[in-house]
């Protein structure tokens, strides 16, 4: 054979083994990239992660708005053919047991409230009205005013006059804190001069106390009962300071029953 041609049949055999290396190189290298993945393919958990996260940091809700404060009588109690007496809703009534809210009974006892005051008939010893049971009960001094709440008839079928036995009233005292009272124990004639019970000044509102010294009958017995409390190392200063802060209590009551304008909406109330 002519070498011309043996050197071509060489030179197209190493091309075309040339170009096969190639196109076997090219399938494994030029293959078009793989999609990207989304974040949920790559890593599900992140996902997870980030919306736990954001669970975390999300701030808390805001413990519900208390509803205000009644402002009409939910029913009128018989008394007497001539007497009712206009009480609140029994759930408000019983949540306002449940507790101590002296802001409440100052808003409550607000000269134009509907609500209805009765008064002691003599010294009693009456029980918390939620139904705790104290050591000593709570003292209650004649001609004391309180607001009715609840009334609880006497068991049926039981003589009043030999058993004693007589409907109880749940009522609320000025200092926020609701007693029951025999039926006897109340009178329903407004006496003269109606006391109030000792208000703790301290635990009123900043709103509450700065709409009580408006009146310059309480402000006068305010600074009276500080100057007194100032200083109860003995107790004849005790007795002092004691006597004080009920008249300056006797203020609060006084004012209100005049007509004094106090906060209709408490911070704290049931």
């Not at 036995?165 to 109606?194: F, H, I, N």
């Not at 004080?244 to 209100?256: H, I, K, P, Y």
Request: charged residues 25%; aromatic residues 6%; glycine residues 4%.
């Amino acid at each position: 054979m002519h070498p011309a041609r043996v050197y071509r049949g060489i030179f197209w055999s190493s091309l075309l083994a040339i170009a096969s290396v190639a196109a076997i190189t090219c399938v494994a290298s030029c293959a078009p990239p793989p999609a990207p993945a989304t974040v949920s393919q790559v890593a599900p958990s992140e996902a997870v992660v980030a919306a736990s996260v954001t669970e975390a940091d999300a701030a808390p809700d805001e413990p519900p708005e208390p509803p205000p404060l009644p402002s009409s009588c939910a029913e009128r109690l018989e008394i007497t053919k001539d007497d009712s007496a206009c009480i609140p809703d029994q759930d408000f009534a019983k949540r306002l047991c449940a507790g101590s809210f002296p802001d409440v009974a100052i808003a409550l006892n607000a000269k134009d409230s509907p609500w209805s005051r009765v008064w002691l008939a003599g010294d009693v010893e009456a029980w918390n009205a939620s139904g705790a049971r104290f050591t000593n009960p709570e003292k209650l001094l004649f001609d004391e005013e309180v607001l009715v709440l609840s009334r609880r008839a006497a068991p049926a079928g039981r003589a009043v006059v030999v058993s004693g036995v007589q409907a109880t009233y749940d009522v609320m005292r000025w200092d926020g804190t609701c007693v029951s009272v025999q039926e006897g124990e109340l009178r329903w004639k407004r006496p003269p001069a109606p006391k109030t019970a000792l208000i703790s000044w301290k635990n009123l509102e900043e709103s509450t106390r700065a709409a009580l010294l408006a009146s310059k009958w309480v402000k006068a017995a305010r600074d009276a009962a500080d100057k007194a409390c100032a200083s109860t190392d003995d107790a004849t200063k005790r007795l002092a300071c004691k006597t004080a802060e009920r008249e300056a209590s006797q203020a609060v009551g006084n004012a209100l029953r005049t007509g004094l304008s106090v906060p209709s909406t408490p911070a704290r109330r049931p």
